[in-house]
């Protein structure tokens, strides 16, 4: 997978947004960025992914750079149950869809 | 949709035996689904990748003869632990592929195996 940059921990306030940043710079043009949270002794949860355009369902919006070299997920409004590690994961086009996970980051949504 | 299942969720059992998870896709066809392993605060650990039909691949490190996998169906996944030992003690996960939504993967709850 390319390889992806995110800090290992954030706080958010309930209610507030989370934005959780991502980098991604040798990302290839066909490559997808993926979203993934897991909730503790939880499977992976899948949230959101994009190629080039902005993406927004129903769980988050994901905003990613022109140089698609960055991305940023976004929880518009945070509760308490968003607390997980979220991982951005951009798989390799050759590895057959296999996801690696890194160390993702811990968000921690705080009354 | 895009539901994953796998049983059992939780297993305890003696060093020296083998234990069974099985991981479904209970609402689409999967040809391709994954195996994860993850120990205590550490982050998933791809183990191998399960196609339908054909022999699994396995990760650099994972013995393939102590970690069978068996991909009979479209829906179905097994992964048989073979001569279980207290270090096979670890939550494994499953994964499935849904080649419709743009290879999305979809993860089942995990099954945690306890060896004593």
């Known amino acids: 997978d390319a390889k992806t940059t995110q800090p290992p921990s954030m706080d958010c306030a309930e209610g507030r947004a989370a934005n959780l940043p991502c980098n991604h710079s040798?990302?290839?043009?066909?490559?997808?960025v993926y979203w993934y949270r897991q909730i503790h002794s939880q499977g992976p949860q899948y949230i959101i992914h994009?190629?080039?355009n902005n993406e927004t369902n129903e769980m988050a919006s994901l905003i990613i750079t022109e140089d698609r070299k960055s991305s940023t997920l976004i929880l518009p409004h945070a509760t308490l149950r968003d607390t997980a590690v979220y991982y951005c994961?951009?798989?390799?086009?050759?590895?057959?869809?296999?996801?690696?996970f890194g160390q993702g980051t811990t968000l921690q949504v705080k009354p | 949709g895009a539901v994953v299942s796998q049983h059992p969720s939780w297993v305890i059992c003696k060093s020296g035996t083998s234990v069974k998870i099985e991981c479904r896709s209970l609402?689409?066809?999967?040809?391709?689904m994954f195996w994860y392993r993850q120990f205590p605060k550490q982050s998933l650990m791809l183990m191998a990748t399960?196609?339908?039909?054909?022999?699994?691949?396995?990760e650099q490190g994972v013995e393939k003869d102590k970690f069978l996998i068996n991909h009979a169906s479209l829906t179905l996944s097994t992964l048989t632990v073979t001569s279980a030992h207290p270090e096979d003690s670890s939550f494994y996960i499953c994964?499935?592929?849904?080649?419709?939504?743009?290879?999305?993967?979809?993860f089942g709850p995990g099954t945690r195996l306890l060896v004593l």
């Open positions: 994964s499935a592929r849904e080649l419709a939504r743009q290879e999305t993967q979809y």
């Open positions: 994961i951009v798989p390799r086009l050759s590895n057959t869809g296999k996801l690696i």
């Open positions: 040798t990302i290839s043009g066909n490559e997808y």
């Open positions: 994009g190629l080039k």
């Open positions: 399960s196609n339908e039909g054909s022999k699994a691949t396995y």
């Open positions: 609402d689409f066809q999967a040809t391709t």
